[in-house]
């Protein structure tokens, strides 16, 4: 069963732009720096050879990567969504009961999380104790340094 990565149509974007300039630009580099590398003489003890081949893996990881992610992507609309719950793509505000202090975070896939700009994995800690939640439930995140409880303020999907 596979499993789905939803994506706002910006974050889809992204990842298949960056996924081509990978397969085209990328690969062209990494033969490069293999070829160089090659001409260097003897590869049984050519470690710039061997770094070479290594990025090359890495750069073919990533692509498989991003293609695996695309392949399993569903693109969200945001006028489809339930804004009485949390749900993806809800920019939820939330207090902190112990501090009173507010915070606003978009829950967004995996691939498009970016906690400086509020954006938070729905996979992640504070993603999956927001999920389901509605205005005045209390969410419970679990942290390394215990639980921390936070009340739903508002819930809105742009």
Known sequence: MPVFNYLTKEGYEKLKTELEDLKTRG????????AEAREKGDLSENAEYDAAKDAQGMLELRINELEKTLANARILDGS?????KVTVLSNVTIRNLKTGKEMTYKLVSESEADLKSGRVSVNSPMGQGLLGKTIGDIAIVETPRGNMEFEIVSISID
């Open 80 to 84: 489809h969504l339930d804004e009485s």
């Open 27 to 34: 690969r062209d580099e990494a033969a490069k720096a293999i």
